[in-house]
């Protein structure tokens, strides 16, 4: 298999940033699309990776999740500049804190489940669709969407984890999940996984995480280099090397 063109959303930093970097690491011949929202924050991106002395080709896509008219301008610029796509790692993510109910006549609330799923679900579903006829010409398509340990039902159970910082979040990566399960029935040229980094130290949480985020990184990057059929579609995690597969 030669080189192949792989596209992360939320590219610029925190965990996406990490994936890029961890990827670029293990696979320095393939070409790394960072999707930013910006150019400029893009630009920035590929320069501290140039600074970590990074020798794989790297370029700035232009891509706002939320937005169809961005979502088709870079469809048609990874089709124009690269000729094709083999790797999509939706990474772009959100979590609103909703008002206290006191302070709230509701639409606070609203706004705030709205605004997460806009990037977590219906962002990935729409990235997801208009990049998939693109992906059908690779010889090894793949979709790795990055979910959250909040988004195992079984664990939220157990009570596992303590009450979510942001509701909103945690319910929007079960759909994330729903979603991910949903294309893989129905696309079959595509493998479609579903990674958990872990809670990781990002500007994301504050820095409040357990794990540096290039260990979270570790998930994604095995998802997208081991040879395919190592891991069959689903939900994984990585610990110390060693791949585990979530519960739901």
Known sequence: MGPKTILVTGANRGIGFSIIQALATREPTNTYLLGTRSATSGADAIARLHALGLTARFAA???????????????????????GLDVL????????????????????????????????????????????????????????????????????????????????????????????????????????????????RTAFNGFRGKRDPLEGAGVVVELVCAERGRWKSGFWAEEGGVMKEMEW
């Open 61 to 83: 896509l232009e891509l706002d999740v939320t937005s169809d008219a961005s979502i088709a301008a870079a469809v048609q610029c990874v089709v124009r500049d690269y000729g």
């Open 89 to 200: 790692v939706n990474n772009a993510g959100y979590a609103a804190i909703p008002p206290p109910a006191a302070a709230d006549d509701g639409a606070g609330l609203r706004a705030a489940y709205a605004d997460t799923f806009a990037v977590n679900v219906t962002g990935v579903a729409a990235v997801t669709g208009a990049f998939l006829g693109v992906l059908r010409g690779s010889a090894d398509a793949r979709v790795v969407n990055v979910s959250s340990g909040r988004a195992s039902i079984a664990a939220l159970a157990r009570g596992d984890m303590p009450p979510a910082a942001s509701v909103p979040y945690s319910v929007s990566k079960v759909a994330l999940n729903v979603l991910t399960l949903e294309m893989a029935r129905t696309e079959k040229e595509v493998l479609f996984q579903l990674a958990n980094p872990g809670h990781c």
